[in-house]
C-alpha cells in the first residue's frame, strides 16, 4: 500500500512547486548547453550541401529543416530562456519542445542517439501546462502536484523499463550482468574519458572483467529498484543520489552521455525545496530593501 505519510506522491504543494521550479532551469540549462556545445548542428548543412547541388530526391519538410537549422536552433534557445524563467510558459515551452524535436531529429540522422529524449520531451510538456501552486485549476492545466506526480511516476517507469531490458530476455541479461557491455564502452572511449585526461592512464586494468562484473550488477539491481521511489520519500533521496553517482562514475569512464539522465534526477534530488525556498526569501528580502 502506499501511506501519504511516507511516501513523495503526497508532499507539501509548496515544497512540490519549489522542485518544479528548480527542475525546469536546471533542463532548460542542459538544453541550452546541449545545443550550443554541439557544433554538429553547425556541419549538417554543409554536410548536406553536396546532396543539395546534386539535385538528389529530398523530401520538401526535410529540406526545410536542414536549410533552417540556425533558425531552429536560435529560436529554440531563446524559448527555452522565456520557458525557464517562467515567460509566457506554455507558449515558449511548447516552442522549446518543438525545436528540441526538430534537432533531437537531426541527431537521429546523422547516427547520434539522443536516448534521454523520452524524459526530456514529456518533462517540458508537463511543465508548459503546469499551473502556479496558488492559481485554480484550469481545464487545460496540471495542478503542481498533478505534474510532480506525473514525472515521478515516468521516472520510475523509465528507469525500471532501463533495469528489465539489462536482463531480459536472458542471454543478453546474461551477458549484460558478467560486464562485457561496460568494459567494450570503458575500453573503446579510454583516452576520451576525463579520468585518463587526469591521470594520464587509465584507472586499472581494463581487461579485469569483475570491477564491470560489480558495476552491471549495482546497476541493474538499481535500476529495478525504482519501483519503490513510489512508496518512501527517503528511498527516493537515496535512489537519485546513488543513481546520480552511478551515471557520474561512467562519466569518468567516457560514457558522457550518461550524465545526461543524472539531470532529470535533480527534480527529486534532496534538499532542492529548501534550497529554492532560500533563494526565493533572499530575492524577494532584497527586492524590498
Known amino acids: 500500500m502506499i501511506y501519504a505519510e511516507t511516501s513523495p506522491l503526497f508532499e507539501d504543494d509548496n515544497s512540490l512547486s519549489h522542485r ?41 519538410l526535410k529540406f526545410y529543416i536542414l536549410t533552417n537549422i540556425v533558425f531552429f536552433k536560435w529560436f529554440g534557445a531563446l524559448s527555452c530562456l522565456f520557458f525557464g524563467i517562467g515567460i509566457k510558459k506554455k507558449v515558449s515551452g511548447l516552442i522549446t519542445l518543438g525545436c528540441f524535436l526538430v534537432l533531437v531529429y537531426l541527431n537521429f540522422r546523422i547516427g547520434h542517439s539522443s536516448s534521454y529524449f523520452p524524459i526530456f520531451s514529456v518533462s517540458i510538456l508537463i511543465l508548459s501546462f503546469t499551473s502556479r501552486v496558488n ?16 514525472l ?43 579520468i585518463y585526461w587526469l591521470l594520464d592512464q587509465p584507472l586499472f586494468a581494463y581487461s579485469l572483467l569483475w570491477p564491470f562484473t560489480i558495476m552491471s550488477i549495482f546497476g ?4 529495478l529498484s525504482a519501483f519503490f521511489c513510489l512508496f518512501s520519500r527517503r528511498f527516493l533521496s537515496i535512489f537519485t543520489v546513488l543513481i546520480v553517482f552511478f551515471h557520474f562514475n561512467l562519466f569518468l569512464l567516457g560514457t558522457f552521455a550518461t550524465l545526461q539522465y543524472a539531470t532529470a534526477a ?24
Open 20 to 60: 518544479l521550479i528548480f527542475y525546469r532551469l536546471i533542463l532548460c540549462l542542459f538544453l541550452l548547453y546541449e545545443v550550443f556545445s554541439a557544433d554538429m548542428y553547425n556541419l549538417i548543412p554543409v554536410l548536406h550541401e553536396s546532396n543539395f547541388v546534386e539535385g538528389s530526391k529530398i523530401s520538401s
Open 152 to 194: 515521478l511516476i515516468w521516472y520510475v517507469l523509465f528507469y525500471f523499463a532501463a533495469g528489465a531490458s539489462k536482463i531480459t530476455p536472458f542471454l543478453k541479461g546474461l551477458s549484460w550482468i558478467e560486464g562485457h557491455t561496460i568494459q567494450f564502452l570503458t575500453i573503446s572511449r579510454t583516452f576520451d574519458s576525463p
Open 266 to 289: 535533480s527534480l527529486f534530488f534532496p534538499g532542492v525545496s529548501k534550497l529554492v525556498n532560500y533563494i526565493l526569501k533572499r530575492i524577494l528580502h532584497r527586492s524590498h530593501e
Open 220 to 223: 541493474a539491481l538499481l535500476e
Open 135 to 150: 492559481d485554480i485549476k484550469e481545464r487545460y492545466y496540471f495542478t503542481v502536484r498533478e505534474a510532480y506526480n506525473f
